[in-house]
């Protein structure tokens, strides 16, 4: 059996270290310790390991030892070609099904028969005019219903290019994705189709099926990222700028403490609604009131929208349970460790799926539909309420960190914002101040957190990197977390900062009564890396050159999902490099490896030649960001900077 890592190696939250400490003199089992106990398995971590038959499992050795094909011929290209497809192809599938619940959402509320009222009508009408839909003469719940059959076509129609890629997708981006043949016809089929060409027998050639991951790429991007940010935005509203609280010190121990955790806000947002209906309720029950706390990226969406505290971020999913002063987490899809359960039935703590296709064994069920979003969402408070009399008060014990930080900038607040220095051309003092190299370029932080590394660390590091090198960071996803625990998501993170980059946001800040504005701005959850998108799309057509010319970057420190492969090949087809801090499984094939991470000098067909971008994959969070600044200052004299 291997050693447990001390704690302090586990996490920078010290709050988690403390919640491991009282987990292991508990005897509870978290994900930290398994990591430590869990060898990698060296073929599946290579991506040589192919399962897709029963004449196998076959696998391929490294360094020419032993067979080196498969019993159908497979050689280790096209086996590991194929596994990355198949990541790309799940992360895409997890996206598109959040992106359609929400899209059949918007047609049963226009319909009437989802108890949630429209909040965003601008941005409804523009999307309807993006779509080519007439919107003059129309109500609301007209132009609601159109936009819902448009987004719903994504997942059937049988010819032509996914409306939601010509929504949003930029001219010049398309203009390749055309010529290389890559454009997705609709989600559904995409998916069906990369299911169908990674069988056994079916796609052989590694080259096709990595531009065969390009196009899942897009089917994320579009029928994933940008279709669920649009259409929550005008269901709930766009984000505009919030301080909130983090850290597990936002669990209050007279509250009835109530997490929420998953991904799509239709659940969370009705959570949030009846907590606040119920706290008569929980007075009655011997507590102040409910406090509702966020977890992953449920926990982006409501802190986004409405400034709702955040408990934590993945890899420290069970450590709300270990304070002993939760009542019930409520879960919907992805991200949920099954291993909340196990610590759950040794606290008096209730985990509630919602999901028919997303359960838990041992955990309660209560099925949410929008339909009935009420009665759902008053039953888990409800219950989360009746749970507050169960605590033990032996196991109760809250670490009491909290940091403060700024969340809500959509592209709509940074450009609000920005308006605050020049109303009538509020991109210009943003490009000029990166023309004249006050800064640098800009990078996103993306991602998770995965308990085989330290947590945080990595996307901390990365950043503090970056922006003293006067690089711009936007964050979102669990990695925005880690920015939040430690002041990178406040104005005092911007002691950190290079001074010209310090400069250009406190006096951004100021013209909007702040002190300044943070280092990092958080933009969302990871279906809002669309935001992202879109914020590069502006800035490219502002300056008449395509989203692949921009010094700019993607970088993931931390992850642990497929999500983030299909995220950053989203990013990649657009021509953004991509950094991966965490080993993306694809080492076994020198070609697959070429293909996604070479320069194009070095190597006859990359995606760095294709697209203008590539996958960079470093570890050290120090060296990265020194790579993605050599990359960003590249791409800066391509432009004519210095
Ligand atoms: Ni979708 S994908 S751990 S919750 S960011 Fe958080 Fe974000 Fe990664 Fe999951």
Redesign the pocket.
Known sequence: MKELRDVKDLSMDTGVQQMLVKARNEGIDTAFDRASKMTRCGFGSTGVCCKHCLEGPCRIAPGGKGPQAGICGSNVDTIVARNFLVNITEGAASHAEHAREVAHAILEVAEGKAPYTIQDEEKLKSIAEGLGLVTEGKNINQLAREVAHKALEDFQKQHGTMNWLKLRGQAKSIENWEKLGLLPVNAHLEIAKAMARTVMGGDADPANLLLGAVTMGLVDGFAGLHMSTDLQDVLFGTPRAVKAKYRLGVIREEMVNLSVH??IPLLAEKVVEWAGKLTDKAKEAGAQGINVVGV???G?ELLMRKGVPVAT???SQEMPILTGALEAMVVDI??IMPGIQTVASCYHTEIITTLPYAKIAGATHVEFTTERADEAAREIVMRAINNFKKRDPKKINIPQEVTEAYAGFSVEQIVEALKAVNAVDPLKPLVEAIANGEILGAVAL????NPRVKQDSGNVALVKELIKNNVLVVA????A?SLGKFGLLSPDGLKYAGDSLRNILTVIGQANGLPALPPALHMG???DNSRVADLLTALANYLGVAIKDLPVAGSCPE???P??LSIGTFFIANGVDVHVGVDPQVSGSALVVNVLTSDKENFPVTTDGLFGGKLIYEEDPVKAAEIILNRIKMKRQALGLN
Do not use: D, F, I, L
């Not at 993306?446 to 957190?449: A, Q």
């Not at 979102?476 to 990695?479: H, R």
């Open positions: 998953g991904h992953c990226c449920s982006n971020n993945y890899a992805q991200c993306v991602g998770c957190t979102t996803g669990c990695a977390h959850s990871c279906v992850t642990h999902h999500k983030a």
